[in-house]
């Protein structure tokens, strides 16, 4: 078993938790002020009718891509986790996702340059490629 403490495995984990609950709260912000702006609270009903205003949408699509890429990484610490492969090797991945991650959120609620921001996700698929091939050397290991 390495000497590194597992359970460390579950800051970045956290981070990415916050980071998720932020883009909660800014979503409801947004969809509340579409609403006392004079959008059509029926809209959420079905999300039938006319689009939300563009500030508000960019908030949804902020909270749904937190559910996209970083299931993988969340799956992938906790298999890390479970097999007690967490190494330095597997907390540098973890972090790099979550810092890559963190960044591409921040240029997506602020100026939302699709070049920056697509620049800082790639970086966040390639720390999570790293991830995965970590945790499938230690399944091979473990056989």
Not at 41 to 53: K, Q, S
Not at 67 to 76: N, S, V
Not at 82 to 102: D, H, M, P, Y
């Amino acid at each position: 078993m390495p000497d590194t403490n597992q359970t460390l495995i579950f800051l970045p984990v956290l981070v990415l938790v916050a980071l998720t609950l932020v883009a909660f709260v800014r979503m409801a912000v947004g969809r509340t002020a579409a609403v006392k702006a004079g959008h059509d609270p029926d809209f959420y009903r079905a999300h039938i009718g006319a689009p939300e205003p563009e500030h508000a949408a960019a908030g949804v699509r902020h909270w749904d891509n937190l559910f996209e890429l970083p299931t993988l990484f969340y799956a992938g610490c906790l298999a890390a986790f479970v097999l007690g492969g967490v190494t330095g090797w597997t907390l540098a991945f973890a972090w790099g996702f979550a810092i890559a991650r963190v960044l591409q959120s921040a240029v997506h609620i602020t100026y939302n340059n699709p070049g920056h921001r697509g620049l800082a996700f790639v970086i966040g698929v390639l720390f999570v490629f790293a991830l995965w091939i970590n945790v499938a050397i230690n399944v091979f290991d473990a056989i």
